[in-house]
């Protein structure tokens, strides 16, 4: 409350002082609080709940009052950061584990939707951060870990609602910013593509993931032949994704996505040679060689077509 009457109404710049101050409070203070909570049993969802309400105030200052002033900017940070860290770390206590993913998305995409109306890429960043938290509390991350790298036993792991949820909010989300970039009359830093090239990373391997799932499903990697089954698989849909994502780079609206087709591509060599040619037959080699000698061929020719603006050169 001091510093808030002090940056504010004083109109002052915060200090570096103030910074480690309010995080040692927070943890002495608030961390000493829910310990309390917690030993005797009840209180920790009201602390929970007051801490939102905190966050939602250093919302609230940091898009209404100091944004406005370029020469707070460093004000605006350390609210708007704080914000982010105080409803990460307390929404726990509040939504327990059957919300906290669902809050944690609505959020998310809520942050993607205003960095779309108010053209500020501040809020991408936190789309993207609670979009992260949410992928790792729901598991996403550690799935598609399991569907792209794990043996045969780990061939079809279907998603839960969570994970899915998750997805489908970075679909949105990205495709949020990037109509925005696409409008804007200047292209975004290299810094300022950074959450929202993220959020489109998430989207691209949470739909793989789907992909080698259903696709799993559908041809069976149970019982014999299943590992050369689900290499084939895995390869596919990365040969795949990197034609798709080449050909998006046609596309403005898939500007931060640009740097992917080769990376995808060289995971893929890689994955055919440290897998495929370990576990599968003549004939599974075959259609593995197959998918990835056309991606092979497809990309580069995509990638030089055109340029996508702001982006690197072909």
Same mark, same amino acid.
């Given at each position: 409350?001091?510093?808030?009457?002090?940056?504010?109404?004083?109109?002052?710049?915060?200090?570096?002082?103030?910074?480690?101050?309010?995080?040692?409070?927070?943890?002495?203070?608030?961390?000493?609080?829910?310990?309390?909570?917690?030993?005797?049993?009840?209180?920790?969802?009201?602390?929970?709940?007051?801490?939102?309400?905190?966050?939602?105030?250093?919302?609230?200052?940091?898009?209404?009052?100091?944004?406005?002033?370029?020469?707070?900017?460093?004000?605006?940070?350390?609210?708007?950061?704080?914000?982010?860290?105080?409803?990460?770390?307390?929404?726990?206590?509040?939504?327990?584990?059957?919300?906290?993913?669902?809050?944690?998305? &609505?959020? $998310?995409?809520?942050?993607? %939707?205003?960095?779309? =109306?108010?053209?500020?890429? #501040?809020? !991408? *960043?936190?789309?993207? /951060?609670?979009?992260?938290?949410?992928?790792?509390?729901?598991?996403?991350?550690?799935?598609?870990?399991?569907?792209?790298?794990?043996?045969?036993?780990?061939?079809?792991?279907?998603?839960?609602?969570?994970?899915?949820?998750?997805?489908?909010?970075?679909?949105?989300?990205?495709?949020?910013?990037?109509?925005?970039?696409?409008?804007?009359?200047?292209?975004?830093?290299?810094?300022?593509?950074?959450?929202?090239?993220?959020?489109?990373?998430?989207?691209?391997?949470?739909?793989?993931?789907?992909?080698?799932?259903?696709?799993?499903?559908?041809?069976?990697?149970? &019982?014999? $032949?299943?590992?050369?089954? %689900?290499?084939?698989? =895995?390869?596919?849909?990365? #040969?795949? !994704? *990197?034609?798709?994502? /080449?050909?998006?780079?046609?596309?403005?609206?898939?500007?931060?996505?640009?740097?992917?087709?080769?990376?995808?591509?060289?995971?893929?060599?890689?994955?055919?040679?440290?897998?495929?040619?370990?576990?599968?037959?003549?004939?599974?080699?075959?259609?593995?060689?197959?998918?990835?000698?056309?991606?092979?061929?497809?990309?580069?020719?995509?990638?030089?077509?055109?340029?996508?603006?702001?982006?690197?050169?072909?």
């Amino acid at each position: 409350g001091s510093f808030a009457v002090r940056t504010l109404m004083r109109m002052r710049s915060v200090t570096v002082f103030e910074v480690v101050q309010t995080v040692l409070a927070l943890l002495a203070g608030f961390g000493g609080a829910v310990r309390v909570a917690w030993t005797f049993g009840s209180g920790s969802r009201a602390l929970g709940v007051s801490a939102l309400v905190v966050a939602g105030g250093c919302y609230f200052v940091a898009f209404s009052f100091v944004e406005r002033r370029a020469e707070f900017r460093g004000n605006f940070l350390f609210y708007s950061t704080l914000a982010v860290l105080l409803t990460l770390a307390v929404s726990p206590l509040v939504f327990g584990t059957n919300l906290l993913v669902l809050f944690w998305c &609505g959020l $998310g995409f809520t942050a993607a %939707l205003l960095g779309f =109306r108010l053209n500020r890429i #501040s809020l !991408a *960043a936190h789309s993207a /951060a609670y979009v992260a938290a949410a992928g790792i509390f729901s598991g996403l991350f550690g799935g598609v870990i399991r569907t792209f790298l794990g043996g045969a036993a780990h061939g079809f792991s279907f998603p839960g609602r969570d994970a899915l949820v998750v997805v489908a909010t970075a679909v949105a989300s990205y495709t949020a910013l990037s109509v925005k970039e696409a409008r804007a009359a200047g292209p975004r830093t290299k810094l300022e593509r950074l959450p929202v090239a993220f959020l489109g990373v998430v989207a691209v391997v949470g739909i793989g993931g789907g992909a080698i799932d259903l696709l799993s499903l559908a041809f069976g990697t149970s &019982g014999a $032949g299943a590992a050369p089954r %689900l290499a084939t698989i =895995r390869t596919a849909v990365l #040969s795949t !994704a *990197a034609i798709a994502l /080449a050909w998006a780079r046609r596309r403005p609206f898939c500007g931060d996505l640009v740097w992917l087709p080769y990376p995808v591509l060289s995971a893929g060599g890689l994955k055919l040679v440290l897998e495929d040619l370990r576990t599968s037959g003549p004939a599974a080699l075959v259609i593995a060689f197959g998918f990835y000698g056309a991606a092979l061929i497809m990309v580069p020719r995509l990638l030089r077509r055109t340029e996508v603006p702001g982006g690197p050169p072909a």
